[in-house]
């Protein structure tokens, strides 16, 4: 078939016919028509604008300090030689200026923000490819429709362009694909809370399947791929990457999603980009044998949104960036964020310098790939229950019951029969809201401190089905007053939620060395079920001491099947450095010694620790342990070396029964 010539003046090859709705869809690759030779050359002076009327092609365009190219109420991109391209101060050979509209309104919603500029090489709606948002020119290489972009090249190098854009109820597929955006943007014109200058974003009910496939970004802010608002995501045997970048001067450290492009300091991570990011309701992320990294901040992340489901299947998620002083081999961040959703792992790796994951107000299981048959994936249904809660920002929004969607999305996935493992240089778990998390079949956890860091919120966490977790300091549970909320918030900023900027406490240990008032006014609750797994480590409630934090209670059931070698007691702690002396005072830049804590057995009448000893489970104490209540059952066993049980200040024997009041065991 011979090549035809587009309105755009490019010669369509790779000529593909589709029908439609009854409509003809062309795919092709785009080549110039026109010789280089045969083009203008512009310059534009220093500080002038030149205002163009349509699409222009330059053989060189010359731009000196402070000009500018526009076109009223349009948009304006810049390839040099195919390559989107940000216009500033320089000289550019084998120039297009594309002109395409501008959003009326930002497909991720109603923000502070307002309307982000975006610009993308392909924005595919209900209607098709849309050719007055697309920047089509910026496909190098391979073929597109309205339902299919095939072996596509994309570079980018400003710092918000995007690349395919599927808003709305569209089924979409991206196959072979090589986007590569690679700026040096510095977080001032980007958001990764509206998937503004990401590689791939889907809004709004779109179904969008990647596979083997390749999209690396930089650049502040700015990821790899974006889902929003009931849309359904799946990668599949692709890398995805994000390097970050260096923040601009002056950036305020905040939780102001509007401003954010990087994480509160308060979590106690650095960094300047998120690799992947879910946001909306009842939106699904599905990651399947593929491999995603992130220099800092987080790897797969979910933020303002309920109803979500994130399914990680044979995939290995890696923080490759920056190190701390406690961070030796992966960088600071999170391996993944639990937020408003439900999230199950099956055969992931995840390798992260700080967290494995941060758990706030979310639901997580861990477990193998091993399938008794292929897996189907069932988006979250929210059904209204009458029922009103106030969030974290004071409003007050309806409740619902979340479910299982009636029909699957995607289905078909096969496992590799793979054991989740989560490998962190710090902590397996940091939880400073609700959650729940499951831990099942194999899954290994090897961490440099606690595997569960539990700041704040009622935490319920299963460990069944042959775990295996091996936290270096020999610290299973670990609670604490939130340090996050210690640090606080500064009064007189201009920008919202801006954190201050130091952290303060007494020398010495809470209660030994100084007095404190402790309370159970807003306590919440941490229980820890086991079944069938060996457990080596200790147990710590180090809370109810700084800001006028409540005593939360610890409950743990050893369940069948359980053995434990280690302690359980009611703590008080104290900050601590990389050398494990006590920091009194530190700064943001110093963020990496939050969560950091050394302990001293000590019951404050508040911090609460409650175990219960099922038939078919034994605990071997180490070491002295302080509790509240012990019940040991019939055909479970307690003991330790010259093991001492006083209850009440009064010694009694170690048998099945019920105690409660001060109960101290003695071993060792």
Known sequence: MAALTCKHGLKLSALSVSLLAGAVSLSYSPVILATVQSLPVKEVAVDKTWVISQDVELATLVLHPGAK?????????????????TMKTGTYHKVQLRVSDKFSQSPAGKTARGVDNFRAALYVNADGVNEA?????????????ATLAKDIQITSASPNFNGIMVDGPVIYR????????RSQGDGSDVSDFAGYGAPVAAYNGARLVVDNSTIHSSGVGRLAVFSYEDADVMVSNSTLSADGG????????SADFSLMVAPPWVLGIKGTARTTNMMGNKTSFTLVNSSVTAANWGVVSTDLGEAMLLTIVDSTLTLNGHKDPFSAKYGSGYG???????????????????YGGIIRNGKAYYGSSRFSEPLAIYPRDQLPTGKTQVDFFGIERPVYDVKPAKDAVFTGITGKGQHSRIISDNFGWMAHGDG????????????GKSTFLLK???????????VKLNPADGILVQLMDNDDMLVGLQQDSQVELHFNTTFSEPAGFAGLDYPVTANNNNSTTVTVNTEQVELVGDMFNGTGYFGGQSGDNLHITLGKDTSLTGRISATTVQHINEKGEQVTHFTESQYYYLGHVANRIFNNGHNQVQVTMESGSS??????????????????????????????GQAVAVKPGEFKGEIVLQAG
């Open 69 to 85: 190219v526009i076109r009223p109420g349009k948009s304006v991109t810049m390839l040099v030689d195919g390559i989107e391209t």
């Open 133 to 145: 948002h697309s920047i089509e020119q910026a496909v190098i290489s391979g073929t597109f429709d």
């Open 174 to 181: 991206i196959e072979n694909a090589t986007l590569n955006f």
């Open 246 to 253: 260096q923040l601009y001067e002056g950036y305020a450290n």
């Open 336 to 354: 993944t964020y639990i937020l408003g959703s439900e999230q199950f792992y099956y055969g992931a790796t995840i390798n992260a310098g700080t």
């Open 436 to 447: 729940d998390i499951t831990l099942d079949d194999g899954t290994e956890v090897n961490s």
């Open 456 to 466: 704040e919120g009622n935490i319920n966490i299963q460990l069944q089905g042959g």
């Open 619 to 648: 605990w071997h104490v180490t070491g002295k342990s302080v509790l509240h209540s012990l019940t040991i059952k019939a055909g479970a066993k307690l003991s330790g070396d010259n093991l001492r049980l006083i209850v009440n």
